[in-house]
């Protein structure tokens, strides 16, 4: 028994700077800085997940900011999947995994309404990026 709750406190004093890494650290405004990073399907089902972001400095620290809507909710599943398989890298180093933490609007009218939620990317703001690559992980939606 100890050595079962001595394996968990270990496993979780491991993964806790991954865990800490989707911490919503602040929400700002969207202003006209942030970027569409929509998820769209097209055929019978067309419609998909509008969404938002920018990346910030603060403290001399790079976060990622973003927040988005569905826009058919019989994709609400592909999307949650492709926002829980999102990474942002710098120069091919993952710094972000997970957008699930994006804010959610309530209607494509309220997209630019809704303050986005913004996580660390731990990355410093001096140290120049060469490549910034952001995708989503694999949505595949079957009707």
Known sequence: MKKAVLCTVLALSLAGPALAQNKVTRQIPVDSEFNDVSMRWSGATPGGYKALS????????????????????????????????????????????NFSFFAKARSERALRKTP??????????????????FSYGDATFRN
Do not use: M
Not at 83 to 89: A, E, N, Y
Not at 117 to 133: L, M, R, W
């Open 54 to 97: 920018k990346l910030i400095v603060v403290n001399g620290v790079l976060e990622l900011c973003g927040v988005g809507v569905s826009t058919n909710i019989q994709l609400n599943q592909a999307i949650a999947k492709g926002l829980r398989g999102g990474k942002l890298k710098f120069d091919g180093k993952t710094v972000v995994k």
């Open 116 to 133: 986005a939620n913004c996580v660390s990317t731990g990355h410093p703001a001096s140290k120049p990026v060469e490549f910034v690559d």
